[in-house]
């Protein structure tokens, strides 16, 4: 009996007559703790000098950190990095630079959280605000040809490094290494820019792809105009814990990580008329904008025309004002694609490229979400379709003319791909 995550709870459901797609993430397991994996990492960077060599005769150090909404084990990490600094150069300056990206600022309460009381009370923090353009400075152009402005304070540090964790992204292909800095670090214009349609639309910004991404490929461009000088990456498991460490060259090192976790999450399709997924359940499934990711792994194993299930409580709703207006206040999801690619790239607007992604899954297929009744009609608004429960979901896709049936338990944690 499989067990389909739904906010804090679990839907049933017998697979028989189903394929099931699962990542072998759940295999991963710590060896040792976390501080320990992070510090054998950075005894041996990956085409990179240690850090505290790079430390030597630099006045001051940026440390670009997540934010609160990313589960990056900074525990595990930034006590190793302050040690290698210190050892390096006891006077070196250091300021965490907290990577909001287009997020709003964290709180205090949520840094605290994240970072423990110690690490907190004792840290310089900057909170970047890419809304503020006095606060950031220009400091090239990236390939799309977008301006790539970048938050002053890493722009003036004499050594910028970052921490950070893979897995697997949408359409970066994978979190981690350079997009501490883009999105991270970046004036909106430079976000805007990277995310534009054309981008988005490309066969190559897809989860678990790096070559050919051009959204890669801009932060590439970004990481190296920023002049990110090392990096600590991590993948955690299922419990959030920290079971690998990659230390060292930005481009390199977070190249090993995504490497490695694709060796775990990789699934081949199971082309099926219906599939089945989930965001992971809480708070992973917090709202439709978040229910995006896993529609995309369905996306990669349903037949044309078939018919998505997406199973997610949903306890935030829509989870961003312009996402639901824009599927609200279309005719069609193939006319709002249209309206998106005919958009040039320097009038990209905030949560584009989220709406162009469901544009394009409802442009192929039926997308029926089983979530609360209470957002019957929202999900009716956006163009898709609202069912009560699983069963209810299932017999419905299947008076569609749908047969053959693939279930992803949990959509976020799969790369399929052939």
């Not at 965490?96 to 959280?113: C, D, I, K, M, N």
């Not at 900057?126 to 301006?147: F, K, M, Q, W, Y």
């Not at 690619?341 to 320097?346: C, I, K, R, S």
């Not at 394009?360 to 209470?374: N, S």
Request: glycine share 8%.
């Amino acid at each position: 009996m499989l067990q389909i995550p739904y906010g804090k709870t679990h839907i049933p459901f017998d697979e028989k007559d189903a394929a099931v797609l699962l990542s072998r993430i759940g295999e991963l397991r710590a060896e040792g703790d976390g501080l320990s994996i992070v510090r054998a990492a950075m005894e041996s960077p990956i085409d990179s000098p240690r850090l505290s060599e790079l430390a030597r005769g630099r006045e001051n150090c940026v440390i670009i950190i997540s934010d609160h909404t990313r589960p990056v084990p900074s525990r595990d990490i930034l006590p190793n990095m302050f040690r290698e600094l210190r050892e390096g150069n006891p006077e070196i300056d250091i300021t965490l630079l907290v990577a909001t990206g287009f997020h709003r600022p964290a709180t205090e309460a949520e840094l605290r959280a994240k970072l423990g009381n110690e690490i907190y009370e004792g840290s310089k923090i900057i909170i970047h605000d890419c809304r503020d353009p006095e606060s950031n400075v220009r400091v090239g152009t990236l390939p799309s040809g977008a301006p790539c402005v970048i938050d002053r304070a890493a722009a003036e540090a004499d050594l910028l490094i970052s921490e950070g964790f893979i897995e697997p992204h949408f359409f970066a292909g994978f979190s981690g290494g350079r997009k501490s800095v883009l999105p991270g670090i970046c004036d909106q214009v430079t976000v805007l820019g990277n995310h534009c349609s054309r981008f988005i639309d490309s066969d190559n910004s897809r989860t678990g792809k790096l070559d050919g991404n051009p959204m890669h490929e801009d932060m590439l461009a970004a990481a190296r105009l920023a002049k990110l000088a090392y990096i600590v990456n991590v993948i955690i498991d299922e419990d959030k814990r920290t079971v690998a460490a990659f230390a060292g060259d930005f481009e390199t090192a977070h190249r090993a990580g995504c490497e490695f976790l694709l060796s775990y999450a990789k699934v081949s399709p199971a082309p099926a008329d219906i599939v089945v997924t989930s965001n992971g359940g809480a708070p992973l499934d917090q709202n439709i904008y978040q229910c995006v990711k896993s529609m995309t792994a369905a996306e990669a194993s349903c037949r044309p025309g078939g018919v998505i299930i997406e199973c997610a409580e949903c306890a935030d709703g829509h989870g961003g004002q312009a996402f639901y207006e824009s599927l609200r206040d279309c005719k069609s999801a193939g006319e709002l694609y249209a309206e998106f690619m005919a958009t040039p790239q320097e009038r990209t607007i905030a949560d584009q490229w989220e709406s162009q992604i469901l544009a394009r899954i409802l442009k192929k297929y039926t997308v029926i979400m089983v979530t609360r009744p209470e957002l019957r009609t929202m999900v009716e608004e956006m163009k898709m379709q609202y069912a009560a429960t699983l069963e209810e979901a299932l017999a419905a896709a299947k008076a569609m003319g749908g047969k053959t049936l693939t279930v992803i338990p949990n959509g976020i944690s799969v790369i399929v791909s052939d």
